[in-house]
Every structure is written in structure tokens, then in C-alpha cells.
């Protein structure tokens, strides 16, 4: 038999397709035979195998008809089961500032595979910084709209994700009129106590402040929101079936307070308070007056661990250190009720918004896991949990009162891979917060951490899915390189397998001549295999 290897302009993802072996090429294969199955496999060069090689478009093509990959084709691959749905995150930068959609040959291509591997959807960051990046009020959605589009024509479910902040990874910064406000009015950012600016999001203390020409921070997000669900309607319940509203520092409802650390680099810090911006001193002064305690608003604690500082010796977070006295009780309390306001603002807002949409509405929670053994639990605290007193059911109540579904990060971490010396436990305050979200009635969805993970992380996650944890959604992070590398994708592909109870093992008869078309997608190459 002989085999046709087209090729087609070079489609690669950042990074993408890199192999050190001149002889093998790593690729995906699809089969759309009735029952659909993908793999991932290398091509190794044969001499013995005779192959002809012509540049032609992206299409699909076949001596007797064209082997193409719609939503009404495919229906029985992605109706989802009773159970938990699977979603995969598209690349952080899939719509560039100038309004295109970068890498959009690779993710159209990603997007057939995931398809026919069977996931539900896919989930997309819309960034207010690209969105409305030269003037307030002025949204450009036309690449998001292409992008959406796409997702729609392939078949697959949609979760937007609205970005109110920026990423500096990807290069990716808050609206370019915000940062003109913030060069004469700096304490919209916030700030820790050597003055350091993280100007990645808002500071909390401008969420009611008319500081962006006579509008609060609240009403530009709500414009922002408006003008989304005016945009998209056509996609809205259809395409479009969740959405997470951003809430803080990489979208997470918390403050930045391991700013000056390398998210790349495990240290024993425990981070730093982020209230020293003036508007956030102005609400500490004022709450500390109504208490009757007026020196106790004048700056936050003295004896605070910095950054990198052990939270736990001669601290702030000690045993039996300040956080146990009467002014540590009142700076938490205050500290962590700004943050419990933000998340009750900013999701009724949502809530009011899309309430006449069949959307589902989510925030995302953080999983601050390092010194959790501790009585202090100084890393959440100091990012605004204030575990002491059970601020997560504070939290968990108000996702419950704006009936929104709570994202939960870190299913794929297990406790023995966890340095011993930072006291941590990412699988005991999983728990904790689930356990809060079960009571009062809110629905949890789940992401990972890490992207590509070993065969110990996916049955971890495997096993926060299954029996009786009451998850629907899974949000695999992310398509791009790592996602599609040869050490990734099967070991995803038999996550997908095991969860969704595919059958997706590819056999020597997908490629052989009884009647199926097999499509081959190369990283980086975009190659196409067909039967002569």
C-alpha cells in the first residue's frame, strides 16, 4: 500500500514540535471512522515504505471524498456522559493586542483532536487589556469573535474566562488607559509595605473609589462585562456555556502577596501583606477609628515576615505571636473582610449581568497550600484567608448567595511530592474547602497545576473526579507546547480515556486499507497522512 505525506505551511504552537531525534516525528492521529479514536505515536523514516510528498492547502483530501470534521459528524463523540466534563484551556495568548488570532493553524488542529479525543470543550482567556486597550469604553472583540467562531464550527463547548489583570509570562498587561490613570494615581495598584506597586490588577481599595474618569473600578468592569454579553449573545447558552469572572491577582480571588517571588522557585516565604496603598490605609484608619482603636490604623504589622523570610521564627506568624493578640485579630479581621467584600461585589455584578443568560457563572479560588500544618497558616493569610476564624465559609457563602460554581485549582498535587520543610498540604485544604462547599451547597470545578504532569498527578486527579466528590467540570491547563509534547499527550489521552470510557487505542487497522480515513497532525509541521 502506499502512503501520501502532503505537507502544508508550517503551523507550531510557541516552541512547538522541538525533537532532538533527526529520524522520528512526533504526531497526532485521528482517525474519523464511526468509532473515533486518536493516539500519539512518532514516524520513523523507512526506506522500504514508498511515500510521495506535495505542498497542498490545509484541507483534508482523499482519492474518493474529503475527510473533513464538523459538530454535526461528531455529536456522539462529545455528548458528554453522566459525569464529570472535560474541558482543555486554550493557550494564555491566543488573541494577540492587535486583534488576530496568533498560532491559528495549530489550534484548529488541536482543536479536531480534541474533538475526537472526545472532550467537551475548550476554555478561553478574554484579556480586558486587549479588549479595551486604548480608551475606556472602547472594546474591540472581532478576534475573540474569529476565535469563538472556530470553537463553535469544530463542535466543542466554550468556558470564557474574563482576565481583569495582566500577565507578565505572556507579555500580556491591564488596559493602556488604566496605566496612564495609574502614572498620577499610583494607589489604584497595591502595594506592600516598602511601597513595591503590583500592577498586574486593581487594588481592592478602588473598587467604590470614582478614580477612572468619575467611574469606580466595579463600573468598568461591569461596562466591560455589558459589552461581552452584547458581543457574544448570538454564542451565549449554545457555544458559550460558563464563564469565570477574574477576581484578583492571575484571575484568582486573593492579594498578590508573593509578588517579589519566583513563581518558578520554591521558597520558605510566606509572602507579605499587600494593604499599604494609600486607599487601603484610608479603609484600615477608618475601620480602626470605628473600633476605637485609632493607632491600630496607622500601618499594618510591625513584625511581619518580608518575602522570603521564615514565616514562622521570630514573626508576626510565630507561636504565640502577634496574630493571637488582640491587634493581630483585628488586622486579619479587616484584612481578609476586604477581600470577602471584592469576591460578594464583583460576582453580584456578574451575577446582575448575566442573569437573563443561561450561562453558569464561577470564580476561581487559589490553593495556598505551603505552611498549611502550621496553626498560623501564614501563606493564606497573608494572601487574605484568614484560616484562623474559617474565612473560607465566609467566601464559600458568598459564592453560594450569588449561585456561582467555585474553581479549585491543584486536583493534580499529592502531599508526599511536597517539600518537608515549607509545612505544607495541598490535599488536606482541598478537602477543607470542599468539604465548606458541600455544606453550603456550592458546586465545585477543578483545574490542574501543572501541565504536564506524571502518570502519579493524573491519578490524582482521576481520583478528585470519580465516586461521590460531585465534580462536573475539569479544566485541563493548557493547550500549547507542553500539552502536545510526546512526554504529555498520551498520558492526557489516557486520563480522557479512563474518564470518559473511550475506546481511543490506535491499532494497525486505522491505518490500514478497510475503508477509514486516518488524519495525521504533526506539531510544528502540520504533515497530513492519507490512504492511496
Known amino acids: ?37 486518536i493516539g500519539f505515536c512518532q514516524i520513523t523514516k523507512c526506506p522500504n515504505v514508498s511515500l510521495r510528498v506535495a505542498t497542498r492547502s490545509i484541507s483534508i483530501s482523499h482519492s474518493q471524498h474529503a475527510a473533513s470534521i464538523n459538530a454535526s459528524e461528531d455529536n456522539a463523540i462529545s455528548k458528554p456522559k453522566d459525569g464529570v466534563k472535560l474541558y482543555v484551556g486554550l493557550p494564555m495568548n491566543s488573541v494577540s493586542d492587535c486583534h488576530s488570532i496568533n498560532h491559528s493553524r495549530a489550534i484548529s488542529a488541536g482543536l479536531r483532536a480534541l474533538k475526537l479525543l472526545g472532550v467537551e470543550g475548550v476554555e478561553l482567556p478574554i ?24 470553537i463553535q464550527k469544530a463542535g466543542l463547548k466554550l468556558h470564557v474566562t474574563l482576565c481583569f489583570h ?50 469606580t473600578a466595579m463600573n468598568v468592569y461591569q461596562g466591560f462585562v455589558e459589552s461581552f454579553k452584547t458581543s457574544f449573545s448570538p454564542f451565549m447558552g449554545f457555544t458559550i456555556t460558563g464563564i469565570t469572572i477574574g477576581m484578583g491577582p492571575d ?10 517571588q519566583n513563581k518558578n522557585k520554591i521558597g520558605l516565604g510566606a509572602g507579605e501583606f499587600q494593604c499599604y496603598d494609600q486607599n487601603m490605609m484610608n479603609n484600615l484608619k477608618k475601620h480602626s477609628e470605628n473600633h476605637g482603636n485609632p493607632n491600630w490604623g496607622l500601618s499594618g504589622p510591625h513584625d511581619a515576615p518580608s518575602y522570603n523570610q521564615h514565616p514562622i521564627i521570630n514573626t508576626f506568624f510565630k507561636e504565640e505571636g502577634s496574630w493571637q493578640t488582640p491587634y493581630g485579630d483585628f488586622f486579619l479581621s479587616w484584612y481578609s473582610t476586604q477581600l470577602v467584600s471584592h469576591a460578594d461585589k464583583i460576582l453580584s455584578m456578574a451575577a446582575s449581568s448575566f442573569s437573563d443568560t443561561p ?26 484567608f484568614c484560616n484562623t476564624v474559617n474565612r473560607y465559609e465566609e467566601i464559600i457563602k458568598v459564592f453560594h448567595k450569588n449561585s456561582c460554581r467555585m474553581i479549585l485549582p491543584g486536583m493534580d498535587l499529592l502531599d508526599e511530592q511536597e517539600p518537608n520543610e515549607l509545612c505544607s498540604s495541598p490535599e488536606m485544604l482541598l478537602e477543607e474547602i470542599r468539604d465548606g462547599c458541600r455544606r453550603n451547597g456550592v458546586e465545585v470545578c477543578g483545574q490542574n497545576l501543572e501541565i504536564a504532569g506524571s502518570s502519579e498527578s493524573f491519578e490524582q486527579i482521576r481520583k478528585n473526579l470519580v465516586g461521590g466528590n460531585g465534580i462536573e467540570v475539569f479544566v485541563y491547563q493548557r493547550m500549547g507546547a507542553q500539552f502536545f509534547s510526546p512526554e504529555n499527550f498520551p498520558s492526557f489521552s489516557a486520563f480522557v480515556r479512563r474518564i470518559k470510557e473511550l475506546e481511543l487505542e490506535l491499532d494497525s487497522d486505522d491505518l490500514g486499507g478497510n475503508g477509514r480515513d486516518s488524519v495525521v497532525f504533526v506539531p510544528g509541521k502540520n504533515l497530513k497522512m492519507q490512504a492511496a
Open 1 to 37: 500500500m502506499e502512503m501520501s505525506l502532503i505537507g502544508a505551511s508550517p503551523v507550531k504552537f510557541s516552541q512547538l514540535g522541538n525533537n532532538n531525534n533527526n529520524n522520528s516525528i512526533p504526531m497526532i492521529i485521528c482517525s474519523s471512522s464511526t468509532k473515533s479514536r
Open 127 to 150: 484579556w480586558w487589556g486587549v479588549a479595551e486597550k486604548e480608551a475606556m469604553g472602547k472594546y474591540q472583540w472581532s478576534g475573540y469573535l474569529t476565535l469563538v467562531d472556530m
Open 166 to 215: 495582566g500577565c507578565k509570562q505572556e507579555n500580556i498587561h491591564l488596559p493602556k488607559w488604566v496605566s496612564e490613570i495609574g502614572e498620577s494615581e499610583p494607589d489604584i495598584f497595591f502595594a506592600d509595605r516598602s511601597g513595591k506597586r503590583y500592577k498586574d490588577c486593581l487594588s481592592f481599595g478602588v473598587d467604590d473609589l470614582p478614580v477612572f474618569h468619575g467611574k
Open 251 to 260: 484571575g484568582e480571588l486573593r492579594y498578590p502577596s508573593q509578588q517579589d
Open 359 to 384: 450561562v453558569i457563572l464561577s470564580g476561581k479560588l487559589p490553593l495556598i497550600y505551603s505552611w498549611y500544618r502550621t496553626r498560623s497558616h501564614p501563606a493564606e493569610v497573608a494572601a487574605g
